[in-house]
């Protein structure tokens, strides 16, 4: 396996300048599926960092408990209640990326949601599986994989669960290997200090070069899958898109850190707009 590094210039050339002619419509409509009661803070997080990371409109689809709290911090993000399927459909056939799993619990409402969601999405659309959505797939055999481009954004221990692998076996080649099963429009995102990308059938994989242990605070994975929502509904589904959130996500929290001791999700979805400004200049 060929190592590649994820830079600030692949970043650069992600990031462009927004064209005069636009308006939210240009910068996609991302859906967040997340949040249960006990975990509401993970689906406001992902919401919250794909507004500030520029996607053009927001809905999350979570429990009503959280709907006061997401609007008081992000009044920008519309919200709907998951449990009303008819929504939900209407929602995901209007989305142009869905995040579903951060903070969605793994129980049986959880399971059915995780279901329905991802037999409504299209194979034009982008899905990003993230938190108790991909251990309810590791557990559940019946859920099936939908036919998207697909984003999975596992950390080491979802990742053991999904794929079998203990996190002491997870090497390069041993990841490329259970990539190698999975469908060609997929894109894995495997989380640690030193995260790293893959994709089915490659000789080489990414590694980023930005993060810092400041980063090791709950909800750090949430507010990565909202960036990479917002990238991949701005500037489209490619692995340069996706790696391109992964550094800016991670870069932003090294700046924090030269102040700060942890960098908060919160304080990272603060400033990666501030961030993709500076990415964008010439
Ligand atoms: N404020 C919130 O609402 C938060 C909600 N969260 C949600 O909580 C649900 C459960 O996710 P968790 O990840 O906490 O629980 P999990 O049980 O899925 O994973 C945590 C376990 O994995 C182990 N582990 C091994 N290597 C790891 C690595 N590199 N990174 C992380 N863990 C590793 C940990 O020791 C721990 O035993 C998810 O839906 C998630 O989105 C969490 O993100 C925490 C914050
Ligand atoms: N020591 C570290 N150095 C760099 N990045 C880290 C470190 N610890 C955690 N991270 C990053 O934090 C995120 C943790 O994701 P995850 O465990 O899913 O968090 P949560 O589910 O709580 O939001 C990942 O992006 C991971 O790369
Ligand atoms: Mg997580």
Do not use: C
């Not at 899905?127 to 984003?151: F, N, Q, R, Y």
């Amino acid at each position: 396996m060929q190592k590649r590094l994820i830079t600030e210039q692949l970043a650069r050339r992600v990031v462009r300048p927004r064209a005069r002619d636009t308006y939210k419509g240009s910068f996609g409509h991302v859906l967040v599926v997340g949040g249960n009661d006990q975990y509401g803070g993970a689906g406001i997080m992902s919401a919250g960092a794909a507004v500030h990371a520029g996607a053009g409109l927001v809905t999350l689809a979570t429990r009503p408990v959280n709907f006061t709290p997401l609007h008081t911090r992000y009044p920008e993000v519309m919200a709907i209640d998951y449990t009303d399927h008819k929504m939900l459909a209407e929602l995901i056939t209007g989305a142009t990326v869905v995040v579903i799993g951060p903070g969605l619990g793994t129980d049986q409402e959880s399971a059915e949601t995780l279901e329905f969601t991802l037999t409504h999405v299209t194979d034009q659309q982008t899905v990003v599986i993230d938190g108790s959505a991909l251990t309810l797939l590791a557990a559940e055999k019946k859920i099936e994989w939908p036919a998207s481009h697909i984003i999975l954004t596992p950390h080491e221990m979802e990742f053991a669960r999904l794929s079998k692998l203990k996190i002491a076996a997870q090497t390069p080649e041993a990841i490329q290997s259970y990539m190698n099963t999975l469908p060609t429009g997929t894109i894995l995102v495997h989380k640690s200090a030193r995260t790293t990308l893959y994709t089915p059938g490659s000789q080489d994989y990414w590694q980023n070069t930005t993060g810092n242990p400041g980063q090791a605070t709950g909800g750090t994975g949430d507010t990565l899958t909202g960036i990479i929502a917002a990238f991949a509904a701005q500037f489209g589904w490619s692995e340069e898109a996706i790696a391109a959130a992964v550094f800016t996500h991670s870069a932003v929290a090294d700046q924090l850190a030269e102040t700060e001791y942890v960098t908060l999700p919160t304080m990272v979805i603060d400033h990666v707009s501030a961030y993709m400004r500076q990415l964008s200049r010439p």
